[in-house]
Every structure is written in structure tokens, then in C-alpha cells.
């Protein structure tokens, strides 16, 4: 669905500088947003290699397994229905700690494979379970204490202090996090109550 909707913004954005005569302005955007694109991505992956490295260093140390231990109490309550020993619970934690890390790359396909195995337990239902929303929403408004992806962004534009993000960006993804839980929370208890 998400490419549809580029093809069609693409081809919206040509038609109307054919017929509102900006076809040149159309073209040197194309080109020079190309450039800054392959740009951008080239300074972001010295900073993702550099993070993901530091995360095989914590994964081989056993510091991952530490913060994993750190926060099973807390996920295993927002996640009564997943057995502690289930494989979702390893992976929605990998998630959640790379998501910690700003590592929005790394955190994805540790995702998709959290919300297999909830599919797994939830018997292969199309329908998402209620651990799959609580899932979905905490990684979405996940907590980030380094904003990886974002510093690199700051420091790739020559920003005097691309650093500066990490404090505002901790607050606002805490509330957002809290948020989340709360919403997903509401939801939940006031449907079981109508159920």
C-alpha cells in the first residue's frame, strides 16, 4: 500500500509541473534530493555500524542478557500471557533494548520476528491478540536514551551541538511510552469489561 501511495505522489508532483510549467524545478529537485539522500545514508552508516558494534559487544559480554534480566519482571506485566521461557519474550526484549539504543535498523527484524511468535501463540490468527497491540504500541512510542539515527542526522547537517537531542528526546519518548501502556491499557480493561 505504502508504495501506491509513492507512486501516486510522485506522479501527482510530475503532472502538476507539466501543466504548471515547473517541469525544471521538478527535475533539480529529483536530482539534488537523490544526492542528499545517498549523502545522508553514507553518514548514517559510520554511526549504525559504530552502535551495532557496541551491541555485539554488550550481546557477547552478557550485558544484553543483564538488562534482558533487568527488565523481564516488568515485561512479563505487560505481557501476562506470554510464557517467560516463550521465544517472543527474548525477542520483543532485543527490541525493546535496541530500540533503547536508537538502533531502529536493528530493532526491525528482532520485531517482525517478536510478532511471529505472538502470532504463534495467539494460533495463527489473522486478528492480533492482545499482546500484539501492547507489543505494537510500546515499540512504536518505545523509550530512547541515545537517539542514534537523529544525532547522526545532526552531525551529517553540521550541527553545532547534535548531541543536545538525547535529554528532550529521553522526556518525550517516556511520555510517550507511559502513554502507550496507559491507552493500551484502557482499551483493554474496558473491553473486558463489555466482553
Given amino acids: 500500500m505504502v508504495n501506491y501511495i509513492w507512486v501516486f505522489l510522485f506522479v501527482v508532483g510530475i503532472v502538476f509541473g507539466m501543466f504548471n510549467g515547473t517541469m525544471e524545478d521538478v527535475n533539480k529537485a529529483i536530482f539534488v534530493g537523490a544526492k542528499e539522500a545517498v549523502t545522508l545514508c553514507i553518514g548514517l552508516i559510520s554511526i549504525l555500524v559504530f552502535w551495532l558494534g557496541m551491541m555485539r559487544i554488550a550481546q557477547e559480554s552478557g550485558l544484553l542478557d543483564r538488562l534482558s534480566k533487568l527488565f523481564r519482571p516488568l515485561v512479563k506485566r505487560l505481557f501476562p500471557e506470554v510464557p517467560a521461557s516463550h521465544p517472543a519474550m527474548g525477542y520483543m526484549l532485543s527490541n525493546m533494548i535496541a530500540n533503547m539504543f536508537g538502533l531502529g535498523n536493528a530493532a526491525t527484524p528482532l520485531g517482525i520476528k517478536a510478532m511471529e511468535e505472538l502470532k504463534k501463540l495467539n494460533g495463527g490468527k489473522n486478528s492480533a491478540s492482545r499482546s500484539m497491540?501492547?507489543?505494537?504500541?510500546?515499540?512504536?512510542?518505545?523509550?530512547?536514551?541515545i537517539p542514534?539515527?537523529?544525532?547522526?542526522?545532526?552531525?551529517?547537517?553540521?550541527?553545532?551541538?547534535?548531541?543536545?537531542?538525547?535529554?528532550?528526546?529521553?522526556?518525550?519518548?517516556?511520555?510517550?511510552?507511559?502513554?502507550?501502556?496507559?491507552?493500551?491499557?484502557?482499551?483493554?480493561?474496558?473491553?473486558?469489561?463489555?466482553?
Fill in 133 to 145: 497491540v501492547t507489543f505494537l504500541a510500546i515499540n512504536t512510542a518505545s523509550i530512547t536514551i
Fill in 148 to 195: 542514534t539515527t537523529v544525532i547522526a542526522i545532526r552531525m551529517n547537517y553540521k550541527s553545532v551541538s547534535p548531541t543536545d537531542i538525547v535529554v528532550p528526546t529521553l522526556i518525550a519518548t517516556l511520555i510517550s511510552a507511559i502513554g502507550a501502556v496507559m491507552i493500551d491499557r484502557y482499551f483493554y480493561y474496558r473491553r473486558s469489561r463489555k466482553g
